[in-house]
T-cell receptor
Framework: AQRVTQPEKLLSVFKGAPVELKCNYS??????LFWYVQYSRQRLQLLLR??SRESIKGFTADLNKGETSFHLKKPFAQEEDSAMYYC??????????FGTGTRLTIIP | GAVVSQHPSRVICKSGTSVKIECRSL??????MFWYRQFPKQSLMLMAT?????????EQGVEKDKFLINHASLTLSTLTVTSAHPEDSSFYIC??????????????FGPGTRLTVL
């Protein structure tokens, strides 16, 4: 069975400081990993996916198969980054398995 | 990106009644839609995969007779919570995929429906 673990429920970071949201997964095959974000009173939306290797809003995430991790990073936090972040895994059958989420708060 | 709507945004009903929630893809066709349930301060749990023109595929532990799913067209899927009870109170979210490849099979999420059963 596949599982996604986000060990931090809450994370507070000062504005301008680096951010790292942790995500670990367990899956025996080749997964596709995603980060979704939910801003206050908005719907869930895709932030980035590992296959695209993009930097979105300054965020990057590298898939580390050896450590089965897909941590989300940003070098300099901004106030507008405050949101709920979910790591998710797809095993190729379209279904997404979500982690429990991390609420990121940027302190001005 | 593509837009997914849900209706109603919130509903309050009495125990024993049935509630229907609609999920629509507004500017794209979705052969597959997904229904999730989210409890307060918890993650999204996939309930079922809704396939246009065929039966839904339910996740383990989800009662198919309790949560009826109909995907009658390429832009509409409905979730009916039958004989609702207070424990069915939750936030229900749908998502849809554009299979034309415009968005690389990304899932687009609706805004959710808050169901409260009294």
């Amino acid at each position: 069975a596949q599982r996604v673990t986000q060990p931090e429920k809450l994370l507070s970071v000062f504005k301008g400081a680096p951010v790292e949201l942790k995500c670990n997964y367990s899956y025996s095959g080749s997964p596709e990993l995603f980060w979704y974000v939910q801003y206050s009173r908005q719907r869930l939306q895709l932030l980035l996916r590992h296959i695209s290797r993009e930097s979105i809003k300054g965020f990057t995430a590298d898939l580390n198969k050896g450590e089965t991790s897909f941590h989300l990073k940003k070098p300099f936090a901004q106030e507008e980054d405050s949101a709920m972040y979910y790591c998710a895994l797809s095993s190729g059958n379209e279904k997404l398995t979500f982690g429990t989420g991390t609420r990121l708060t940027i302190i001005p | 990106g593509a837009v997914v709507s849900q209706h109603p945004s919130r509903v309050i009903c009495k125990s024993g009644t049935s509630v229907k929630i609609e999920c629509r893809s507004l500017d794209f066709q979705a052969t597959t839609m997904f229904w999730y349930r989210q409890f307060p301060k918890q993650s999204l749990m996939l309930m079922a995969t809704s396939n246009e023109g065929s039966k839904a595929t339910y996740e383990q532990g989800v009662e198919k007779d309790k949560f009826l799913i109909n995907h009658a067209s390429l832009t509409l899927s409905t979730l009916t919570v039958t004989s609702a009870h207070p424990e069915d109170s939750s936030f229900y979210i749908c998502s849809a995929r554009d299979h034309t490849g415009r968005f690389y099979n990304e899932q687009f999420f609706g805004p959710g429906t808050r169901l409260t059963v009294l």
